[in-house]
């Protein structure tokens, strides 16, 4: 098996696994359980708690964790609308956020919200001009994702604060780091967010945990009320196995972070070249430089991704057309791809590889001699002769 949706999700480490297992099996208390039992668990969390402030240079009472960086992005921005409607009626996002980020910006419009979904370039950039512009003194949060999933390109998301700061000091700022975290320097204090979204099983830990980075001093509205966990933020027991999972992930992949990130980026280099090698002008790709290690878009001319899609599952090999969730939601097409101006021949035919530190050199030339065939007969049941569909 070659596995290539490394943005969809992640295989879980098997000293992750141990750990959970351990915190399922051994250490199964309730953390607000007064015995020890209890007080055992409590310290796991408290361990996890800050392992992960320590990865985002934050301190551990600023740290919440949540089921998933849905809920996350979810808590945040409900959260300002619920807590500041009142203050003002503007929320500015960008039109290629995860639907983590847009259902919700969509559910506080329905409500009166005014929202703002800023375009992007070709590069799926925000474009820093319509942010200064649509900044004012009714803004009350700036949602914008620090890497977006489909293409891997970065916003500049420490100048964008140095924007918000001069045009709308009273806006708090969010970004959805999921893709970002433990991929590129996360700490919360260079970036200067004031709250940051993580999910666990991008980073080989397990589905269904999450955290949330809210900086000390900001309140919002909690949507779980309950027995008061998590500083009366986020009620509900604790998953004790799946936080102490988030844990050990962040310490394994802080360990070696630099080397771990270059050696990604190595092979995700050597892919693209390859892919430029075999394939010429029949391809497009979509990502552009300088994006995250971890995500290669490529369009291939006179192709349906979803076909190829399946074409490489046969061989054993897992990508994806886009995000997992809207590739489930959605039959138009990419509306991160079409934000950026890529005809619909383009989108249609658009996959992305994703990559993790578990993928090699050599898998990337199977994938290639693999796609090699699978394009050539895709092409040829179209009957397609030249490739003349894309833009240059
Ligand atoms: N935000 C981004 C950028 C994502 O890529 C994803 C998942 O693909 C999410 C949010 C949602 O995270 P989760 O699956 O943990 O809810």
Request: aromatic share 6%.
């Amino acid at each position: 098996m070659i596995y290539l949706d490394n943005s969809s999700t992640t295989q879980v480490r098997p000293e992750v696994a141990s750990t959970v297992v351990n915190a399922m099996t051994k250490d199964f208390g309730n953390p607000s359980s007064l015995h020890r039992l209890g007080l055992d668990a409590e310290k796991i969390v408290k361990n996890s708690r800050a392992l992960v402030a320590k990865a985002l240079n934050a301190s551990p009472d600023e740290i919440f964790f949540t089921s998933c960086g849905t809920e996350s992005n979810n808590t945040v921005i409900k959260g300002v609308w619920e807590s500041r409607r009142k203050q003002g009626k503007r929320i500015i996002t960008t039109a290629v956020e995860h639907p983590a980020v847009l259902e919700p910006c969509r559910w506080c419009e329905s409500q009166g919200a005014d929202v703002v979904y800023l375009p992007v370039d070709r590069d799926c950039r925000v474009d820093v001009k319509a942010l200064e512009d649509a900044l004012n003194d009714d803004t009350i949060l700036v949602s914008i994702m620090m890497v977006n999933n489909e293409t891997g390109s970065i916003n500049p998301i420490e100048d964008i604060r140095k924007l918000i700061t001069k045009k709308a000091p009273q806006a708090l700022f969010h970004s959805d780091a999921v893709q970002a975290f433990e991929k590129l320097d996360t700490d919360v204090k260079k970036l200067g967010v004031d709250f940051l979204s993580l999910s666990g099983h991008k980073i080989h830990a397990p589905k269904g945990i999450g955290a949330l980075y809210v900086k000390k001093g900001v309140h919002i509205q909690s949507f779980m009320l309950g027995g008061g966990q998590e500083s009366h933020f986020r009620s509900g027991t604790e998953s004790v196995p799946l936080i102490a999972g988030l844990g050990e992930a962040v310490r394994l992949a802080e360990e070696n972070k630099d080397k771990r990130i270059a050696g990604i980026a190595e092979t995700r280099d050597y892919l693209r070249e390859r892919l430029l090698d075999e394939f010429a002008d029949g391809i497009k790709i979509n990502s552009p430089e300088g994006g995250v290690c971890s995500i290669l878009n490529v369009s291939f001319d006179g192709c349906r991704g979803e076909v190829l899609l399946h074409m490489l599952e046969e061989k054993g090999i897992y990508i994806s057309t886009g995000s997992a969730c809207s590739s489930n939601s959605k039959k138009k097409g990419s509306h991160v791809l079409l934000a950026m101006g890529l005809s619909p021949s383009e989108v249609e035919g658009a996959i992305r590889f994703s990559l993790s530190e578990f993928n090699t050199v050599q898998q990337m030339n199977t994938l290639v001699d693999v796609l090699k065939d699978a394009v050539g007969v895709h092409r040829a049941l179209l009957g397609m002769q030249t490739h003349k569909n894309f833009k240059r």
